[in-house]
C-alpha cells in the first residue's frame, strides 16, 4: 500500500470509506485543517475564545470526599462540565467554527443525538454570526424536545431526519448528504472524533485541550503522572481528548468506560469494544456492533451520547495496540455513580459521564492510596435529572 | 483480460445496436421467489444488465425508496448467502449480465475471497460499491483481479479533478451519477452530464453508464444522447413495492419501453 492511501489511518484502523460524491468535501476540510493547525494565528484566536467564551481552563479538582468514600487511589475531577453549555463539547465546536471561517464559509450544518452537540453548534454559530441548519433524528426530536426549543433559541433550524430508525446513525448520512451539495457556503461541524479522515485526527486535536491542561494541572498538584486516567466512552471524543496527551506515557493507565445499556448479554446495549466487531461503517473501519452479514445493529444507552453502534478509530486502534482497556457500564451502574458524586461531591454528572465515574467506583477501592487517578467529567447532569428521576421511579 | 473473466459480460452488454438500459433491484423484496421472477422478467423484456441490490441496514447512498426495498428484504430474511442462492436460480434459466449494488461492510463479513470467488462462479460481472473510494481500492482489487470481477467505479458530479484517477483501472462499465445526494426518481438534472461523459471518456475506454434519478423514457432517451447507457433504480423498485398481481407484467412493460427509448434516440441521431 502507498504512503497515500494510508492517509487518515491509525494502524489499520480509519480511512475515508465514503461515495465519492463526499470526497471533494472532506478533501476541502482537510486541506483547511492541515492548513491553519499549526499556524499560530489561529491557535491564538482558538485559545481566547477557549478562555473567555468557554471560561477554560478547566479546574482539575480533588475529589477528597468521593477518595474517603471509596477509600483506594487518590481521586481527581477534570471538570469539563464547567465549559460554556455544560460539556467538553464546545471545545470541539470553536476550533471547527474558527475553521470554517478561515475557509469563508458562512453557515454550518452539524448532526446531533441528544442535542448536546447541536446546541454547542448553534450557540458557537450565533456567536459568530453564521447561519445554523441542526441535522437530528425525527425520533430524537420527540424526545429531546428540551434541546431542539434550545437550538431554536439559538437561531438554528432544525431538521427532523425520517429516514433509517430516525437517530444519530440517519442524521449524520442526512448532513454529509447536504454537505456535499452545499459545498460552496456550507461547513459541517462533526461532534465526535469519528467518521472519515479528517474527523478523527481533528476533533482529537481540539480536545486534546483536555489532558494538555490535565498533565500540567497534576505536574503541579502533585508532581508526577496519574497512575490511570477513566473517561466515557460513545464515539470518544472526551475521551480521546482526555487520553492524547498521556498516550506515550506508558506508566498511566487509559481506561474507557463504554455503556451496556441493560446488559452486554442482552440486545440493547452500546458497548461497542466489549461487543462489537471491525466493520466498516460511517465513514471508518472500527470497531462496530454488527450482525453475522455485517447489518449494524441499533445501539441502546440510558444516556443518548453514548448510544451510538460504532467507536472512534483511534480507539479501536488503542485497544488492539493494549494501550487503553474498555470496560462495559450497564445503566444500573451509571444512574449509582449519578447519585453517588451528587451526594458526595455535590458535583451532579452528565449520565454520560457516570458511566466514567462508575468505572472509577469499581477500580479504585483495589488501588492504592498513593496511586491517583483522574476522572473526565465530560458534562454535568442538570440534562438528565428528569430522566434520572423517571428511572428512579420517582415522580417530578 | 481474457475474455470469460466475467467482468467482460458487462462491457459486452454495450457491444449493441442500442444503448444500454441496466435495471436494478433490491434481492429479496418483497420475497426470494419473486425477485427471482422479476429479474427474469426484466431479462426477458431486453434489460442489457441487471444490477442486485444486496440489503444494507445503512445504505448511505440510497433514498427512501431503496431503503424501503432493503426493509422488506430484510423481512423476507435474505442474508448474503441468500443473494448467491438468488442469483444461481437465475442462473439456470438466463444469462443476463449482472452485477451487484453492495455496501463494503457486508463484502468484508462474508470475506473479501470467498466473496469475489462466489461472484465469478456465478458469473457476476461486477461490485458496485458506493462506500469504496479509489483510495481505498487496495481493499478488495487484489481479489476483483484474481477473479476477474469489475469494481465499477462511481463518478460524481464533484469528481471533477479525480475523474482519471477514479477511472483509472475501471473494467466492466464506469458509472456516472446524474445528481448530488441519494438515489431517487428526480425531474430534473442539473448536472452538465455531457461533459462529465467526456472527461472520464478521455480516461478510460470501458463504456459510461448514467444513473441516478432516472425514470421517464423520455429522460431515458435524453440522456442517452450523451452516455452509452442508462441506470434505472428507484422507478423499477416503485413498481415491485406496489406488489401488485400484474408486477412482472408492468415490469417487463417498463423495461420495454425503456429500450424502446433508447434504441430510437440511436436511430435517430444516425
Ligand atoms: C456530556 C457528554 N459526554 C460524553 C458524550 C459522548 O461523546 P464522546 O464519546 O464523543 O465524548 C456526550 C455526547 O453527546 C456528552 O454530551
Same mark, same amino acid.
Request: net charge positive.
Given at each position: 500500500?502507498?504512503? !497515500?492511501?494510508?492517509?487518515?489511518?491509525?494502524?489499520?484502523?480509519?480511512?475515508?470509506?465514503?461515495?465519492?460524491?463526499?470526497?471533494?468535501?472532506? *478533501?476541502?476540510?482537510?486541506?483547511? +485543517?492541515?492548513? &491553519?493547525?499549526?499556524?499560530?494565528?489561529?491557535?491564538?484566536?482558538?485559545?481566547?475564545?477557549?478562555?473567555?467564551?468557554?471560561? =477554560?481552563?478547566?479546574?482539575?479538582?480533588?475529589?477528597?470526599?468521593?477518595?474517603?468514600?471509596?477509600?483506594?487511589?487518590?481521586? +481527581? #475531577?477534570? =471538570?469539563?462540565?464547567?465549559?460554556?453549555?455544560?460539556?467538553?463539547?464546545? *471545545?470541539?465546536?470553536?476550533?471547527?467554527?474558527?475553521?470554517?471561517? =478561515?475557509?469563508?464559509?458562512?453557515?454550518?450544518?452539524?448532526?446531533?443525538?441528544?442535542?448536546? $452537540?447541536?446546541?454547542?453548534?448553534?450557540?458557537?454559530?450565533?456567536? &459568530?454570526?453564521?447561519?445554523?441548519?441542526?441535522?437530528?433524528?425525527?425520533?430524537?426530536?420527540?424526545?429531546?424536545? #428540551?434541546?431542539?426549543?434550545?437550538?431554536?433559541? #439559538?437561531?438554528?433550524?432544525? $431538521?427532523?431526519? $425520517?429516514?433509517?430508525?430516525?437517530?444519530?446513525?440517519?442524521?449524520?448520512?442526512?448532513?454529509?448528504?447536504?454537505?456535499?451539495?452545499?459545498?460552496?457556503?456550507? +461547513?459541517?461541524?462533526?461532534?465526535?472524533?469519528? %467518521?472519515?479522515?479528517?474527523?478523527?485526527?481533528?476533533?482529537?486535536? &481540539?480536545?486534546?485541550?483536555?489532558?494538555?491542561?490535565?498533565?500540567?494541572?497534576?505536574?503541579?498538584?502533585?508532581?508526577?503522572?496519574?497512575?490511570?486516567?477513566?473517561?466515557?466512552?460513545?464515539?470518544?471524543?472526551?475521551?480521546?481528548?482526555?487520553?492524547?496527551?498521556?498516550?506515550?506515557?506508558?506508566?498511566?493507565?487509559?481506561?474507557?468506560?463504554?455503556?451496556?445499556?441493560?446488559?452486554?448479554?442482552?440486545?440493547?446495549?452500546?458497548?461497542?469494544?466489549? *461487543?462489537?466487531?471491525?466493520?466498516?461503517?460511517?465513514?471508518?473501519?472500527?470497531?462496530? #456492533? !454488527?450482525?453475522?452479514?455485517?447489518?449494524?445493529?441499533?445501539?441502546?444507552?440510558?444516556?443518548?451520547?453514548?448510544?451510538?453502534?460504532?467507536?472512534?478509530?483511534?480507539?479501536?486502534?488503542?485497544?488492539?495496540?493494549?494501550?487503553?482497556?474498555?470496560?462495559?457500564?450497564?445503566?444500573?451502574?451509571?444512574?449509582?455513580?449519578?447519585?453517588?458524586?451528587?451526594?458526595?461531591? %455535590?458535583?451532579?454528572?452528565?449520565?454520560?459521564?457516570?458511566?466514567?465515574?462508575?468505572?472509577?467506583?469499581?477500580?479504585?477501592?483495589?488501588?492504592?492510596?498513593?496511586?491517583?487517578?483522574?476522572?473526565?467529567?465530560?458534562?454535568?447532569?442538570?440534562?438528565?435529572?428528569?430522566?434520572?428521576?423517571?428511572?428512579? %421511579?420517582?415522580?417530578? | 483480460?481474457?475474455?470469460?473473466?466475467?467482468?467482460?459480460?458487462?462491457?459486452?452488454?454495450?457491444?449493441?445496436?442500442?444503448?444500454?438500459?441496466?435495471?436494478?433491484?433490491?434481492?429479496?423484496?418483497?420475497?426470494?421467489?419473486?425477485?427471482?421472477?422479476?429479474?427474469?422478467?426484466?431479462?426477458?423484456?431486453?434489460?442489457?444488465?441487471?444490477? @442486485?441490490?444486496?440489503?444494507?441496514?445503512?445504505?448511505?447512498?440510497?433514498?427512501?425508496?431503496?431503503?424501503?426495498?432493503?426493509?422488506?428484504?430484510?423481512?423476507?430474511?435474505?442474508?448474503?448467502?441468500?443473494?448467491?442462492?438468488?442469483?444461481?436460480?437465475?442462473?439456470?434459466?438466463?444469462?443476463?449480465?449482472?452485477?451487484?449494488?453492495?455496501?463494503?461492510?457486508?463484502?468484508?463479513?462474508?470475506?473479501?475471497?470467498?466473496?469475489?470467488?462466489?461472484?465469478?462462479?456465478?458469473?457476476?460481472?461486477?461490485?458496485? @460499491?458506493?462506500?469504496?473510494?479509489?483510495?481505498?481500492?487496495?481493499?478488495?482489487?487484489?481479489?476483483?483481479?484474481?477473479?476477474?470481477?469489475?469494481?465499477?467505479?462511481?463518478?460524481?458530479?464533484?469528481?471533477?479533478?479525480? @475523474?482519471?484517477?477514479?477511472?483509472?483501472?475501471?473494467?466492466?462499465?464506469?458509472?456516472?451519477?446524474?445528481?448530488?445526494?441519494?438515489?431517487?426518481?428526480?425531474?430534473?438534472?442539473?448536472?452538465?452530464?455531457?461533459?462529465?461523459?467526456?472527461?472520464?471518456?478521455?480516461?478510460?475506454?470501458?463504456?459510461?453508464?448514467?444513473?441516478?434519478?432516472?425514470?421517464?423514457?423520455?429522460?431515458?432517451?435524453?440522456?442517452?444522447?450523451?452516455?452509452?447507457?442508462?441506470?434505472?433504480?428507484?422507478?423499477?423498485?416503485?413498481?415491485?413495492?406496489?406488489?401488485?398481481?400484474?408486477?412482472?407484467?408492468?415490469?417487463?412493460?417498463?423495461?420495454?419501453?425503456?429500450?424502446?427509448?433508447?434504441?430510437?434516440?440511436?436511430?435517430?441521431?444516425?
Amino acid at each position: 500500500m502507498t504512503e !497515500q492511501t494510508k492517509t487518515g489511518f491509525f494502524g489499520e484502523f480509519g480511512g475515508q470509506f465514503v461515495p465519492d460524491q463526499v470526497k471533494e468535501a472532506l *478533501n476541502q476540510v482537510a486541506a483547511a +485543517y492541515n492548513q &491553519f493547525k499549526d499556524d499560530p494565528q489561529f491557535q491564538q484566536e482558538l485559545a481566547y475564545y477557549l478562555k473567555d467564551y468557554s471560561g =477554560r481552563p478547566t479546574p482539575l479538582y480533588f475529589a477528597e470526599s468521593l477518595t474517603k468514600y471509596l477509600k483506594g487511589a487518590k481521586i +481527581y #475531577l477534570k =471538570r469539563e462540565d464547567l465549559n460554556h453549555l455544560g460539556a467538553h463539547k464546545l *471545545n470541539n465546536v470553536l476550533g471547527q467554527i474558527l475553521l470554517a471561517k =478561515r475557509m469563508g464559509k458562512n453557515k454550518v450544518i452539524a448532526e446531533t443525538g441528544a442535542g448536546q $452537540h447541536g446546541v454547542a453548534t448553534a450557540a458557537a454559530a450565533a456567536k &459568530f454570526g453564521m447561519e445554523c441548519e441542526i441535522f437530528m433524528g425525527a425520533e430524537d426530536v420527540e424526545r429531546q424536545k #428540551l434541546n431542539v426549543f434550545r437550538m431554536n433559541l #439559538l437561531g438554528a433550524k432544525v $431538521h427532523a431526519v $425520517h429516514t433509517g430508525n430516525g437517530t444519530l446513525k440517519n442524521a449524520v448520512d442526512a448532513a454529509f448528504s447536504y454537505f456535499s451539495q452545499h459545498l460552496a457556503d456550507t +461547513y459541517y461541524v462533526l461532534g465526535s472524533a469519528v %467518521g472519515p479522515y479528517p474527523y478523527p485526527m481533528m476533533v482529537k486535536d &481540539f480536545q486534546s485541550v483536555i489532558s494538555r491542561e490535565a498533565k500540567k494541572q497534576i505536574l503541579k498538584k502533585e508532581g508526577r503522572l496519574p497512575d490511570a486516567v477513566i473517561a466515557c466512552v460513545g464515539g470518544g471524543s472526551n475521551a480521546i481528548g482526555a487520553f492524547a496527551e498521556f498516550i506515550s506515557d506508558p506508566q498511566v493507565r487509559l481506561i474507557g468506560a463504554e455503556a451496556a445499556g441493560k446488559g452486554v448479554d442482552t440486545p440493547e446495549n452500546a458497548a461497542t469494544m466489549t *461487543n462489537g466487531k471491525i466493520g466498516i461503517s460511517d465513514g471508518m473501519r472500527s470497531y462496530v #456492533l !454488527q450482525d453475522d452479514q455485517g447489518n449494524i445493529l441499533p445501539a441502546y444507552s440510558i444516556s443518548a451520547g453514548l448510544d451510538y453502534p460504532g467507536v472512534g478509530p483511534e480507539h479501536s486502534y488503542l485497544k488492539d495496540a493494549k494501550r487503553a482497556e474498555y470496560y462495559p457500564i450497564t445503566d444500573q451502574e451509571a444512574v449509582a455513580a449519578f447519585v453517588l458524586l451528587s451526594k458526595t461531591e %455535590g458535583i451532579i454528572p452528565a449520565l454520560e459521564s457516570s458511566h466514567a465515574v462508575a468505572q472509577a467506583v469499581k477500580i479504585v477501592p483495589k488501588m492504592d492510596p498513593k496511586q491517583i487517578v483522574i476522572i473526565n467529567i465530560s458534562g454535568r447532569g442538570d440534562k438528565d435529572v428528569s430522566q434520572v428521576a423517571r428511572y428512579l %421511579g420517582r415522580k417530578i | 483480460m481474457t475474455n470469460n473473466k466475467p467482468a467482460t459480460t458487462l462491457t459486452n452488454a454495450f457491444k449493441k445496436s442500442s444503448k444500454t438500459f441496466i435495471g436494478f433491484l433490491t434481492a429479496g423484496d418483497p420475497t426470494f421467489e419473486k425477485s427471482v421472477k422479476q429479474i427474469l422478467a426484466l431479462a426477458e423484456a431486453g434489460t442489457d444488465i441487471i444490477e @442486485i441490490g444486496i440489503p444494507f441496514s445503512d445504505p448511505v447512498a440510497d433514498g427512501p425508496v431503496i431503503q424501503a426495498a432493503d426493509l422488506r428484504a430484510f423481512a423476507a430474511e435474505i442474508t448474503t448467502d441468500k443473494v448467491f442462492e438468488l442469483v444461481a436460480a437465475v442462473r439456470q434459466k438466463s444469462q443476463v449480465p449482472l452485477a451487484f449494488l453492495v455496501y463494503l461492510n457486508n463484502v468484508f463479513k462474508y470475506g473479501y475471497e470467498k466473496f469475489f470467488k462466489r461472484c465469478a462462479k456465478l458469473q457476476v460481472g461486477g461490485l458496485i @460499491i458506493p462506500d469504496l473510494p479509489f483510495e481505498e481500492r487496495a481493499e478488495v482489487l487484489p481479489f476483483a483481479q484474481k477473479y476477474g470481477v469489475a469494481l465499477i467505479p462511481l463518478v460524481a458530479p464533484t469528481s471533477g479533478q479525480r @475523474i482519471p484517477s477514479v477511472v483509472k483501472d475501471a473494467t466492466g462499465f464506469v458509472y456516472a451519477v446524474s445528481s448530488m445526494g441519494v438515489t431517487g426518481v428526480r425531474d430534473q438534472i442539473n448536472t452538465d452530464l455531457a461533459k462529465m461523459v467526456a472527461e472520464i471518456h478521455q480516461a478510460t475506454d470501458v463504456p459510461v453508464a448514467i444513473g441516478f434519478g432516472i425514470h421517464t423514457p423520455q429522460q431515458a432517451a435524453r440522456v442517452a444522447q450523451v452516455a452509452d447507457g442508462v441506470i434505472v433504480g428507484s422507478a423499477i423498485v416503485k413498481i415491485i413495492a406496489q406488489n401488485k398481481q400484474q408486477t412482472l407484467t408492468e415490469l417487463k412493460k417498463y423495461a420495454t419501453a425503456m429500450k424502446k427509448a433508447l434504441s430510437s434516440r440511436l436511430n435517430k441521431s444516425k
